[in-house]
């Protein structure tokens, strides 16, 4: 499967911004689709994750109440919506696909190319 993120840009904290990840050659729905952050000089890290087959989802904790991972079948794309945005969401942001449960970056199989989100203060 092939991903394509798209929807970085520039924000000011407190303002939201929509990511997409669209996927092409598989359905999505057969994959647990991962969204991973990297900010400059630190490790990549889990984000949030939505079960392609049932939409369930999961967050990290500090981002819990101000994203959400939703899907739109038809399209095979999924979208992270950011909300309140804080200076430290800074980084470029990552759309995996996987076949685990697992929120570590190693046990996806498929990424993105990743889409810059700065926010400033």
């Known amino acids: 499967v092939q991903l394509q993120a798209s929807g970085g840009g520039l924000v000011q904290a407190g303002g939201s911004l929509r990511l997409s990840c669209v996927a092409s050659?598989?359905?999505?729905?057969?994959?647990?689709m991962g969204w991973f952050r990297q900010a400059p000089g630190k490790e990549r890290e889990f984000v949030g994750r939505?079960?392609?087959?049932?939409?369930?989802?999961l967050y990290r904790d500090s981002v819990k109440g101000r994203f959400s991972i939703s899907r739109d079948i038809g399209k095979n794309t999924v979208y992270l919506q950011m909300n309140s945005l804080k200076p430290e969401d800074t980084a470029v942001y990552y759309c995996?696909?996987?076949?685990?449960?697992?929120?570590?970056?190693?046990?996806?199989?498929?990424w993105g190319q990743g889409t810059l989100v700065t926010v400033s203060s």
């Open positions: 995996a696909a996987g076949r685990t449960h697992s929120i570590t970056p190693s046990s996806y199989d498929y």
């Open positions: 939505l079960i392609g087959s049932t939409g369930s989802t």
């Open positions: 050659g598989r359905t999505f729905s057969t994959f647990f």
